[in-house]
């Protein structure tokens, strides 16, 4: 899916903001499952979709909680195939034409172990792949469903809250409401990319 269909997404939900909890779901759907996550730009969806909140176009609630359920459900059915289905997962698309991205989850979950599926919610190359690797590996399923859960509380609005703060700042300073929102809201993002990179660096020595 190239930016074309990405406008063409967010086009139907200016339109149709009664199906914006549907089309959420099926996005984080697609990002967060094993043999879709390569061909659904999940995440530039969802933070454009973010960024018609202030608008006024689309509610905040469906698009988060569509978010949510489908990053749960997505992840949830790549654990279900990879314990069910493991010894035939390498064999098949995309794996049998891209065996690295096997690989990686299988270096990712070795390396930090049950809090895979929580970090891992965090990281594109890996975010689909781990769940999946996960049931290859036999995690135990109640460990795999809090972590699956609890990172897609925390995954849904952060995707879509920098389009919302993006928006809304624009549109105070467009009321001559001074340049501070727009300050505020980059010197909090900034902080976020800082403590991110100090984060994913600290996890990646381990």
Do not use: C
Not at 125 to 148: E, I, Q, S, T
Not at 160 to 171: E, Q
Request: charged content about 15%; proline content about 7%; glycine content about 12%.
């Amino acid at each position: 899916m190239d930016g074309s269909h990405i406008e063409q997404v967010i086009g139907f939900i200016r339109l149709h903001s009664e199906w914006t909890g549907p089309i959420i779901f099926l996005v984080a759907f697609g990002e967060s499952f094993a043999f879709l996550s390569l061909l659904v730009p999940g995440t530039a969806i969802m933070i454009a979709a973010g960024a018609l909140v202030p608008e006024g176009i689309i509610p905040v609630a469906p698009l988060i909680l569509g978010g949510i359920a489908g990053a749960t459900l997505g992840d949830g059915i790549s654990y279900w195939l990879g314990r069910r289905f493991g010894h035939v997962v390498p064999g098949m698309w995309p794996f049998s034409k891209r065996p690295e991205l096997l690989r990686s989850g299988h270096e990712f979950f070795a390396r930090h172990g049950g809090k895979s599926i929580f970090i891992g919610r965090f990281f594109g190359p890996v975010r689909a792949v781990v769940p999946l690797v996960a049931g290859m590996m036999d995690m135990p399923a109640h460990r795999f469903w809090l972590a699956n859960i609890a990172s897609a509380l925390i995954w849904a609005p952060m995707l879509t809250l920098p389009g919302i703060f993006a928006v809304s700042a624009w549109k105070m300073i467009d009321q001559e409401e001074g340049w501070w929102p727009l300050l505020l809201f980059a010197g909090v993002m900034a902080a976020l990319v800082v403590l991110w990179f100090g984060w994913t660096y600290r996890n990646g020595k381990r």
